[in-house]
């Protein structure tokens, strides 16, 4: 079955950087976009980032252009997230999705990223 695992998160310092990945099995990677969003507490889930199939392709959320990076390894189907000049308001518990060939969306457990000012 499909799923999506989520690493990376962690504790850093206001300005610092972060990596995430998530990590994909139980359907063919490449064919799909994926997307990763954020939640934080209180406030509804929004979305970060986006890439195409082939990583041509990304869109971002005003709120985080120019500081974070969306890529995919399709060979090793992960999607990651590169934050930089991280703030406290990007604190939140970061998730992956994709969505399936019927439409269904498939969605990681989340990784927590805190951010001290």
């Known amino acids: 079955q499909v799923q999506l695992v989520e690493s990376g998160g962690g504790w850093v310092q206001s300005g610092g950087s972060l990596r995430l990945s998530c990590a994909a099995s139980?359907?063919?990677?490449?064919?799909?976009?994926m997307y990763w969003h954020r939640q934080a507490l209180g406030k509804e889930r929004e979305l970060v980032a986006s890439?195409?199939?082939?990583?041509?392709?990304?869109n971002y959320a005003d709120s985080v252009k120019g500081r974070f990076t969306i890529s995919r390894d399709n060979a090793k189907n992960t999607v990651y997230l590169e934050m930089n000049s991280l703030k406290p308001e990007d604190t939140a518990v970061y998730y992956c999705?994709?969505?399936?060939?019927?439409?269904?969306?498939?969605w990681g457990q989340g990784t927590q990223v805190t951010v001290s000012s």
């Open positions: 139980g359907f063919t990677f490449g064919a799909y976009s």
């Open positions: 890439i195409s199939t082939g990583g041509r392709s990304t």
């Open positions: 999705r994709t969505i399936g060939v019927t439409g269904r969306q498939y």
